[in-house]
């Protein structure tokens, strides 16, 4: 969800770190043998290693698909340190942010179809939200998916939001959508005047993902089960809440000495369920998702070129605020590359396709940590 760099750290000053029950998970079916045949498994598996050792997660997962070779992933290290859980590459984790994508996608489906335009507006298309988010009525679709609303991200923003995570993680999860509205964005101020700025904000694809199942009539998940999962044939991904037992543990150095505390509860508690980060998949079903997206399997030529378009505005670096419409533009060592990254408390996440050799490139650690991703460069030419 691409929660701030300081979470931890703010975290880490607040409470006092008692160990909490972490479920012990069954072991995965995995094949490994094709990986290893791979001309290249050596490479990528060095290379795997050490950015899982220089970025001091407890595991790490990279999937390497390119024209010319098989697809490719490698996993390192461990999913769960309580019970010494090898990671493996079919392992299933959150994906935090990289849900925008998916999200996306079935919002601009539903333009498609000429069902919504993207210069509808907000106070129409959900119109309780007139009189409790400010401009409701110049806030568009567009400014939705391309975070130019002005709304505030309580996520990043809000100490009350990320306290009520520290203090009760379960009764933060037993909120709804709109409780979340009411609580955190309701009566908040812009920060700009929508469409002449940018900042990135969860809240936005809250609100796109309760247009999507009024739009829909049906919740979430199902609309997402029908237009993206059952049709790509996405076995490992979900949006709904269930049981994580199976999943990544996520990680956090919250006191900055070394010592990795197990903060899935409130990886959780943030997220899961929700339309801006709730997806858990494997590195294959987001290779496959980045494969038919690009490839213009689920979205027309047009709405692609829409959805990839940057936006620019004068506030913006160099005018370019390098994204689109729920996807971010990357200005990598090999030129463009389009996808998300996907961050929490505990996880960091990437999707990148890259148009040059129409690439895919999918990493990901269970420490919430940055990291160094310029191994992208080195593997991807």
Not at 18 to 24: D, F, M, N, T
Not at 77 to 102: H, W
Not at 130 to 136: C, L, S, Y
Not at 183 to 203: D, I, R
Request: hydrophobic share 35%; with cysteine.
């Amino acid at each position: 969800m691409n929660l701030s760099a300081y979470w931890p750290a703010l975290l880490g000053l607040l409470m006092g770190c008692e160990p909490l029950a972490v479920p012990q998970p069954t072991p995965l079916p995995c094949d490994l043998s094709a990986y290893a045949r791979h001309p290249r498994h050596q490479t990528y598996l060095t290379e795997l290693q050490q950015y899982r050792q220089q970025s001091v997660a407890p595991g790490s997962i990279l999937l390497i698909q390119k024209p010319g070779e098989p697809r490719w992933i490698g996993a390192v290290g461990k999913a769960n340190l309580e019970y010494q859980t090898d990671i493996l590459p079919c392992s299933q984790f959150r994906v935090g942010s990289i849900t925008k994508m998916f999200v996306a996608v079935a919002v601009l489906k539903l333009v498609e179809q000429g069902k919504l335009r993207l210069d509808d507006r907000l106070a129409t298309l959900l119109p309780h939200t007139a009189g409790h988010i400010p401009q409701a009525d110049q806030i568009t679709l567009r400014h939705l998916l391309s975070h130019t609303s002005g709304i505030t991200d309580p996520p990043n923003e809000s100490i009350r939001y990320q306290l009520r995570i520290v203090d009760n993680a379960p009764e933060r999860f037993s909120l709804t959508t709109d409780q979340l509205l009411a609580t955190y964005v309701y009566g908040k101020p812009l920060h700009f005047t929508p469409g002449t700025g940018w900042s990135y904000s969860n809240a936005n694809y809250w609100l796109l993902g309760k247009l999507l199942e009024q739009q829909t009539g049906k919740p979430l998940q199902s609309v997402l089960n029908d237009w993206i999962f059952n049709p790509l044939a996405l076995n490992n991904t979900y949006l709904e809440v269930r049981d994580d037992s199976q999943l990544v543990r996520g990680y956090a150095d919250l006191y900055g000495d070394g010592r990795l505390f197990d903060v899935s509860h409130w990886d959780r508690a943030d997220s899961d369920g929700e339309a801006d980060g709730g997806i858990i998949s494997t590195a294959a079903d987001l290779a496959t998702f980045a494969e038919a997206l690009f490839g213009g399997k689920l979205l027309s030529d047009t709405w692609l070129t829409e959805m990839l378009k940057p936006t620019r505005l004068p506030s913006c670096p160099d005018g370019d605020c390098e994204y689109g419409l729920g996807v971010e533009h990357w200005k990598t060592g090999l030129g463009l590359a389009y996808g998300h990254n996907g961050g929490s408390v505990g996880i960091e996440a990437n999707l990148l396709y890259f148009p040059h050799n129409r690439g895919v490139f999918v990493l990901y650690k269970n420490n919430g940590n940055g990291s160094d991703k310029r191994l992208m460069d080195r593997l991807m030419k």
